[in-house]
């Protein structure tokens, strides 16, 4: 009682029957902002779903008709799509990202990097968020997925004679093979679930290292297209260019046809005395998309570049003598290798 009898008890009430009323209004009514509270802790920050998440990545492309495709054939959910890969997808040794979502399924295998990437497009897809896990297997672990790469029955059955003289291959033994196999990628979901569909049971074998939603760079499989001019001038001779420099990774161009033209042009004025003539020449390359709508396909254009004749002044005069084209491989972890060809 004698709380109500102070001096500031009323006021403090007013202040109370303010708040409560305040609560009910936005403050964007009175013109303040919306207050910006994020907690820092608990399972909404843990859980909290980014676009990272869900995203279509050059790996695990689920926009591809053809992953749309088979999606609808083997139905949603998620044990339907860890199914197929699990079931469908044979395991095969290498270093990174090389078939991508598509390829791993048009060739029925892949490494566990490309099975993961297979698994989340089709997960994303559908909207279930996940990501790639990154660890480590033990020896006899990696020997499981190594002995997976040979059909028993065909080795049983097989017949020959190798001279002792010559040494055998040991696969499951092989160091270079296990350091590949060790190096070991499968699938978290959102709420924590780990599936692997590298081996039977889909569980995982050991404890997860690094976590990514993309494909490191480093770990893509990539190729150039490039496209070099010899030119020849009088007085400067040789001289190059390269209108047409184009870097891929393999999983976006995995059975794509790519083709490679010109647009040409040409152009000489009218003159009384001498004159000139130039062709001009604008390099495209077409990345087709494998169905019957050419509006589909992606056309890359390079850098025009032109040969010039003058019958006054000779000596100006710029030929194109040679076209060559280049295909640069670039693997993880090796040094790049050019093969050329004249055109």
């Excluded at 499951?172 to 990628?185: A, G, I, R």
């Excluded at 993309?214 to 260019?241: G, W």
């Excluded at 046809?257 to 010109?262: A, E, S, Y």
Aim: glycine share 6%; net charge negative; proline share 6%.
């Amino acid at each position: 009682m004698k709380i109500m009898k102070h001096p500031l008890f009323k006021d403090f009430c007013y202040l109370i029957a303010f708040l409560f009323f305040f609560e009910t209004i936005l403050p964007t009514a009175f013109g303040l902002p919306l207050p910006q509270i994020k907690w820092k802790f608990g399972p909404a920050e843990a859980y909290a779903q980014g676009p990272e998440w869900l995203s279509s990545t050059v790996d695990a492309d689920y926009d591809d008709r053809f992953i749309q495709e088979k999606l609808a054939e083997i139905g949603t959910g998620i044990d339907a799509a860890f199914g197929f890969v699990r079931d469908e997808i044979s395991y095969e040794a290498y270093v990174g990202s090389l078939r991508g979502a598509r390829g791993t399924m048009w060739s029925r295998a892949g490494n566990s990097l490309d099975q993961a990437s297979l698994l989340i497009a089709l997960l994303r897809s559908q909207g279930i968020a996940c990501r790639y896990a990154h660890g480590t297997l033990s020896d006899d672990d990696a020997k499981i997925l190594i002995s997976s790469m040979f059909d028993p029955e065909v080795m049983a059955n097989a017949v020959g004679y190798i001279p002792e003289r010559y040494s055998r291959a040991d696969p499951v033994n092989d160091p270079e093979l296990l350091s590949q196999v060790k190096d070991h990628w499968w699938v978290e979901l959102e709420d924590g679930t780990q599936l692997d569909p590298t081996f039977s049971d889909g569980a995982p074998r050991t404890s997860i290292e690094e976590t990514f939603f993309e494909v490191p760079d480093n770990l893509r499989h990539k190729v150039t297209i490039r496209l070099k001019a010899e030119f020849h001038n009088m007085l400067s001779q040789y001289t190059y260019k390269t209108p047409l420099d184009v870097i891929f990774t393999t999983a976006e161009v995995y059975g794509r046809p790519l083709t490679l033209g010109h647009f040409v042009s040409t152009y000489q004025p009218p003159s009384l005395i001498g004159g000139f003539k130039t062709y001009t020449y604008s390099p495209y390359l077409i990345v087709e998309d494998n169905d019957n709508d050419p509006s589909n396909n992606h056309i890359i254009q390079g850098k025009s570049y032109q040969e010039f004749f003058s019958s006054l002044i000779p000596m100006a005069n710029s030929t194109l003598t040679k076209l060559t084209l280049e295909m640069e491989v670039d693997d993880p972890g090796k040094e790049p290798e050019v093969r050329s060809r004249d055109l």
